[in-house]
């Protein structure tokens, strides 16, 4: 399975980004997409997932408020809408799916390849 992300890049603080991310499999209703983001040095963090079936979403207490997670199950796709960004928030988002709902990137077997989200100051 290929996950394909895409939509980063540079914005301002203050701006919106909104990020894409197509398996290349079938997604079912079982299934949890997730998005993590990564920064140099550091561990794979959890930011926000989705149960695909109940459209369900669950979010990190950071980016609460801010950012939005949502699926459109026609096209496959889920999306991960991401407002009044901070420079906290520059990092390579990857998006992942898994069989059930973990924050830990260790629970999710499927990844895509990463797109680069820079917020400026």
């Known amino acids: 399975v290929q996950l394909q992300a895409s939509g980063g890049g540079l914005v301002q603080a203050g701006g919106s980004l909104r990020l894409s991310c197509v398996p290349s499999?079938?997604?079912?209703?079982?299934?949890?997409m997730g998005w993590f983001r990564q920064v140099p040095g550091k561990e794979r963090d959890f930011v926000a997932a989705i149960r695909w079936g109940t459209t369900r979403t669950y979010y990190a207490d950071s980016v609460k408020g801010r950012f939005a997670i949502s699926r459109d199950s026609a096209e496959n796709t889920v999306y991960l809408q991401m407002d009044s960004l901070k420079p906290d928030d520059t990092a390579v988002y990857y998006c992942a799916r898994a069989n059930s709902y973990s924050t830990s990137w260790r629970d999710y077997n499927h990844w895509g390849q990463g797109t680069q989200v820079t917020v400026s100051s």
């Open positions: 499999t079938r997604t079912f209703s079982s299934h949890i």
